[in-house]
């Protein structure tokens, strides 16, 4: 089988539960180029949204001074 390269995309972003739009649209944009499908891709948009929300609201307190690093391998 053949070893295929392994992609990595960074994001950083306030503590502010509309930046979640920018880490929805980076799932997007991946998912689709490599071909995920519908049920592992609501999977995948459940799962993250929770975590960065998570890290937004209880990590951070939605303080806009502080950073949520998301790193997405593919």
């Known amino acids: 089988m053949p070893v ?3 992609c ?9 539960v509309g ?13 689709a180029a ?6 592992d891709y609501g999977k995948i948009m459940v799962s993250a949204m929770e ?3 998570n890290a937004i609201l209880h990590g951070n307190h939605s303080n806009p001074g502080k ?3 998301i790193e997405i391998s593919y």
């Open 8 to 16: 990595t995309k960074f994001i950083r972003i306030e503590s502010t």
């Open 4 to 6: 295929k390269e392994l």
């Open 51 to 53: 975590a960065v929300n």
């Open 19 to 31: 930046n979640l739009r920018v880490v929805e649209n980076a799932i997007d944009e991946i998912t």
């Open 34 to 39: 490599i071909g995920i499908s519908q049920d």
């Open 67 to 69: 950073i949520v690093e």
